[in-house]
């Protein structure tokens, strides 16, 4: 590729998630670090690329976007056809897409508000109440998650997709959110099989 992808990235967020897929695709990419600024992320430079500076966005050409599953249905559509996902006429492909989703839809809201509870609120805004529905809903999340994962190693019996770095990254959050009470050994073992990766172990030391 004469002209790589770049990446607007700060380490820990869901910029990892399309650095995490350019990696397990072997594309090229060039990576723009932020900086970690709280209440504008990136900084006022880079409200140019997101108007409400969140991350991840990548810029291909002239063309920018932001939403990191967005994201990454776009690089796999234009640089890497059919690969990390079922073809459209496989069984797996509905449940692929709701995975996919699953990891920022679903998931990610609920490990947010476990993180704002225990971490970003002041102690003066916190709510016990809002904690608890959080670490219920998580309990929830992560058992469907459990169930689907079965006794195989990714989400899909089909192998690895990118429905496992959508949800995958989350368990980073869930980590960081301190919820070890809802890791269950099954989400463990999970979590080991994708940290594991190459792919993985590169692009966490971005
Ligand atoms: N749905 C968006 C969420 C983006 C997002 O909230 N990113 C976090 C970092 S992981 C962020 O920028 N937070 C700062 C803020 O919300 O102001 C996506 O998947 O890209």
Same mark, same amino acid.
């Given at each position: 590729?004469?002209?790589?992808?770049?990446?607007?990235? @700060?380490?820990?967020?869901?910029?990892?998630?399309?650095?995490?897929?350019?990696?397990?695709? =072997?594309?090229?990419?060039? &990576?723009?670090?932020?900086?970690?600024?709280?209440?504008?992320?990136? =900084?006022?430079? $880079? /409200? +140019?690329?997101?108007? #409400?500076? +969140?991350?991840?966005?990548?810029?291909?050409?002239?063309? &920018?976007?932001?939403?990191?599953?967005?994201?990454?249905?776009?690089?796999?559509?234009?640089?890497?056809?059919?690969?990390?996902?079922?073809?459209?006429?496989?069984?797996?492909? =509905?449940?692929?897409?709701?995975? #996919?989703?699953?990891?920022?839809? /679903?998931?990610?809201?609920?490990?947010?508000?476990?993180? $704002?509870?225990?971490?970003?609120?002041?102690?003066?805004?916190? *709510?016990?109440?809002?904690?608890?529905?959080?670490? &219920?809903? @998580?309990? +929830? &999340?992560?058992?469907?998650?459990? /169930?689907?994962?079965?006794?195989?190693? $990714?989400? @899909?019996? *089909?192998?690895?997709?990118?429905?496992?770095? *959508?949800?995958?990254?989350? #368990?980073?959050?869930?980590?960081?959110?301190?919820?070890?009470?809802?890791?269950?050994?099954?989400?463990?073992?999970?979590?080991? /099989?994708?940290?594991?990766?190459?792919?993985? @172990?590169?692009?966490? +030391?971005?």
């Amino acid at each position: 590729m004469t002209n790589p992808i770049t990446v607007y990235h @700060l380490p820990r967020s869901r910029s990892m998630r399309v650095l995490w897929l350019l990696e397990e695709l =072997g594309l090229d990419y060039k &990576v723009d670090s932020l900086e970690y600024i709280p209440g504008k992320f990136g =900084g006022a430079e $880079y /409200t +140019k690329i997101h108007p #409400l500076n +969140k991350i991840p966005a990548i810029k291909d050409g002239d063309m &920018v976007m932001f939403e990191s599953v967005a994201i990454m249905q776009y690089i796999m559509d234009k640089y890497a056809p059919g690969k990390l996902r079922p073809a459209l006429d496989d069984p797996e492909y =509905g449940p692929y897409l709701q995975w #996919l989703h699953y990891g920022e839809s /679903t998931l990610a809201p609920i490990v947010a508000t476990l993180m $704002y509870q225990r971490h970003f609120f002041p102690v003066d805004r916190r *709510s016990k109440d809002v904690e608890a529905w959080a670490e &219920v809903e @998580l309990a +929830k &999340v992560l058992s469907m998650l459990e /169930t689907q994962l079965g006794d195989h190693d $990714y989400i @899909l019996k *089909s192998g690895f997709s990118a429905a496992d770095i *959508s949800v995958g990254y989350c #368990l980073l959050l869930v980590r960081l959110a301190k919820a070890h009470a809802q890791i269950t050994d099954r989400i463990e073992d999970y979590w080991d /099989t994708l940290t594991d990766r190459d792919a993985w @172990l590169k692009m966490s +030391k971005i």
